[in-house]
């Protein structure tokens, strides 16, 4: 037989989607505990494609996200300065990346970035513009993540601070266009969204972005 041209990784995400929304809805234990043996074969199917990781760490992953299933939405500051953009370097992976992360409850989108910008690079921020708004899987970030995830870009005025790295930071530095980093944390921030963003830079008219 030929090479298999299911994308089991989809797959175990749509399963985990709808054994996330049936237990949601689930109007007894027997119908629950159905759903939770839909889980646990995402489970499996995670532990098969996935590196590093077991079925049982795959499972403790799928059970942090409970209620209906929605995306969970991610926000990057984009700062310049001297037409330079800034970033940082994670300590995660070794790459250069908008500074940002999960928005939390309780702020507001544009209060979430900037915390994350100070946190992240030492600087003070004010969130100007919404310019992206982007499904992360439609842009091609890797490695794939169990759940599925809106990247939120906000164009963001700098208000002072200085550079200082943070526990998941190394180094924080501004890069001009033609000097981007080749070597980018591809989870969190692409080329192609960078020069998108330069491209804002340039002309402050141009309309958000999505999808």
């Given at each position: 037989?030929?090479?298999?041209?299911?994308?089991?990784?989809?797959?175990?995400?749509?399963?985990?989607?709808?054994?996330?929304a049936?237990?949601?809805?689930?109007?007894?234990?027997?119908?629950?505990?159905?759903?939770?043996?839909?889980?646990?074969i995402?489970?499996?199917?995670?532990?098969?494609?996935?590196?590093?990781?077991?079925?049982?760490?795959a499972?403790g992953?799928?059970?942090e996200?409970?209620?209906?299933p929605?995306?969970?939405?991610?926000?990057?500051?984009?700062?310049?300065?001297?037409?330079?953009?800034?970033?940082?370097?994670?300590?995660?992976?070794?790459?250069w990346?908008?500074?940002?992360?999960?928005?939390?409850?309780?702020?507001?989108?544009?209060?979430?970035?900037?915390?994350?910008?100070?946190?992240?690079?030492?600087?003070?921020?004010?969130?100007?513009?919404?310019?992206?708004?982007?499904d992360?899987?439609?842009?091609?970030?890797?490695?794939?993540y169990?759940?599925?995830?809106?990247?939120?870009?906000?164009?963001?005025?700098?208000?002072?601070?200085?550079p200082?790295?943070?526990?998941?930071?190394?180094?924080?530095?501004?890069?001009?266009?033609?000097q981007?980093p080749?070597n980018?944390?591809?989870?969190?921030?692409l080329?192609?969204?960078?020069?998108?963003?330069?491209?804002?830079?340039?002309?402050?008219d141009?309309?958000?972005?999505?999808?």
């Amino acid at each position: 037989m030929g090479e298999s041209k299911f994308n089991w990784f989809d797959i175990a995400k749509r399963l985990k989607a709808i054994s996330q929304a049936g237990r949601h809805f689930a109007k007894d234990d027997y119908e629950r505990k159905r759903h939770e043996e839909i889980e646990q074969i995402a489970a499996e199917i995670f532990e098969q494609h996935t590196e590093n990781m077991d079925a049982i760490q795959a499972l403790g992953i799928l059970q942090e996200d409970a209620g209906y299933p929605t995306p969970k939405v991610d926000c990057r500051g984009v700062v310049f300065r001297d037409d330079k953009i800034l970033m940082v370097k994670e300590i995660a992976d070794g790459g250069w990346t908008l500074p940002g992360g999960w928005c939390d409850t309780g702020t507001t989108p544009s209060q979430n970035v900037a915390r994350e910008v100070c946190e992240e690079s030492g600087y003070k921020v004010k969130a100007t513009k919404l310019l992206a708004v982007y499904d992360r899987d439609n842009q091609g970030h890797t490695p794939s993540y169990p759940f599925s995830i809106y990247k939120l870009f906000f164009l963001c005025e700098l208000l002072g601070g200085e550079p200082t790295p943070s526990s998941e930071t190394s180094e924080i530095a501004w890069f001009a266009e033609d000097q981007l980093p080749e070597n980018l944390s591809n989870g969190r921030t692409l080329h192609h969204e960078l020069r998108q963003f330069f491209d804002h830079h340039r002309n402050p008219d141009l309309p958000t972005k999505f999808d």
